[in-house]
């Protein structure tokens, strides 16, 4: 087997980082007998300076069409299988105690099977796929989240690890949660579009509610650290969905591959009460936003949006930088509402992946990697943590079980 590999390079993933990390693939790959080749892609804010776009459009079409794609060193590409299986449950010890000794799993005809084995490791991902179980962690209303990812995660293998032994850890009542597209299949992502649904230049405009409101500081952070919990604002608001605004001026500034995909839920106007019509938003409500937004701006200084500028917008809720104002037609408006990608709460492990008990001892023959670790975020995530937590822990805990068998 042979796989291409973007490697994505810029923002601090320089040509050392990228050597390492393909040292340690190359590696891998030949103790395996796959072949791998590799392409180059810029990426980040020198790019943005450059080409208005952290991303270019012809980049995007080289990720797409890559087998992997490596921001770091994460190991091997993902390799998708046929659907099908699934976990059943988890076969008892021969002993009566807690702990695993194998799994049960249908196939892709409903057929039964087990597989006894001296470790299991359990990387089944959290329960953000399932309405009730959100309903039950996470509170009212989080049953009308869109599942951003796969539809799969539904949360049977947590409970499974739950009933032989195993602790729950960490906030089972705060997930990664994202401005996902209002219109997108609510019931799991699209492997083809992949992340083109989420709408992630917030921070170049104004987001407003069904009635013409902010309601989140735009500008708080870089996205990368407030993307993830802005989702669960969006919920909040009448309906669940809200509003991101731009105009002329801002609208080159856009994350292109994902305002310039389609479908995409959203509007153009020469004039707002136009844009708030169309966008079902109440006209007076925007028209108001907005002029108080302009009128509170500090435009001594200057706007760059490759950096945190300072350049607010001192109206309530404040906007602390990349305030720029909203004047130049036509105006542009996407339907967002709170796209969920995975959950905080899961199990309990040490730092070697073995799954834990309430006493924290392990459970015999159970370990764990990936989203169904709990104890890892709460509230909030910085991106691209949750790669580098499931290839640590997936390598520690393949490593263990692997020993310990």
């Not at 320089?14 to 891998?28: K, Q, S």
């Not at 099908?84 to 695993?100: C, K, N, S, Y």
């Not at 995909?261 to 019509?277: D, F, N, V």
């Amino acid at each position: 087997m042979s796989y291409t590999i973007a490697v994505i390079e810029g923002d601090g993933i320089g040509p050392e980082l990228v050597r390492a990390a393909t040292r340690v693939m190359d590696a891998a790959a030949a103790a395996t007998g796959v072949e791998l080749a590799y392409e180059s892609v810029r990426a980040g804010a020198d790019r943005f300076r450059e080409t208005g776009s952290a991303v270019t459009p012809a980049d995007m079409n080289r990720l797409r069409e890559a087998d992997g794609i490596l921001k770091g060193p994460v190991g091997l590409p993902d390799v998708r299988h046929p659907d099908g299986a699934a976990v059943t449950g988890l076969l008892p010890r021969e002993d009566g105690g807690p702990g695993a000794a194998g799994v049960r799993h249908s196939d892709a005809t409903g057929a039964e099977h087990e597989v006894r084995a001296g470790a299991v490791v359990l990387a089944a991902g959290g329960f953000e796929a399932d309405p009730e179980r959100r309903e039950r962690h996470l509170g009212a209303g989080w049953s009308r989240a869109i599942v951003r990812g796969t539809p799969a995660n539904t949360g049977e293998v947590l409970d499974m690890a739950l009933a032989v032994g195993v602790a729950p850890y960490g906030d089972w009542g705060s997930c990664h949660s994202v401005a996902w597209d209002a219109g997108a299949p609510p019931g799991g992502g699209d492997r083809e579009l992949t992340n083109q649904y989420t709408r992630q230049s917030y921070p170049i405009g104004i987001v407003v509610n069904r009635e013409g409101r902010r309601f989140v500081d735009e500008g708080a952070d870089f996205r990368n650290y407030t993307y993830a919990r802005y989702g669960a604002e969006i919920l909040r608001q009448p309906g669940g969905v809200a509003f991101q605004i731009f105009d002329a001026a801002t609208r080159p500034l856009l994350r292109t591959e994902e305002y310039d995909s389609r479908p995409i839920t959203g509007a153009e106007a020469a004039s707002l009460p136009e844009l708030a019509r169309a966008l079902g938003v109440d006209p007076e409500g925007l028209v108001t936003t907005v002029s108080e937004f302009n009128a509170a701006i500090d435009t001594v200084r200057p706007f760059d949006p490759a950096v945190k500028d300072g350049r607010a917008s001192r109206t309530d809720p404040p906007k602390s930088n990349w305030a720029v104002a909203l004047e130049t037609p036509p105006y542009y408006g996407y339907a967002v509402s709170c796209g969920i990608t995975f959950t905080f709460g899961g199990l309990r492990i040490d730092d070697s992946g073995r799954a834990l008990d309430r006493a924290g001892g392990p459970v015999p023959g159970l370990y764990a990697a990936g989203e169904l670790v709990g104890g890892l975020f709460s509230g909030n995530y910085p991106g691209g943590t949750g790669l580098t937590a499931g290839a640590v822990f997936g390598r520690a805990a393949g490593a263990t079980a692997a020993k310990e068998a």
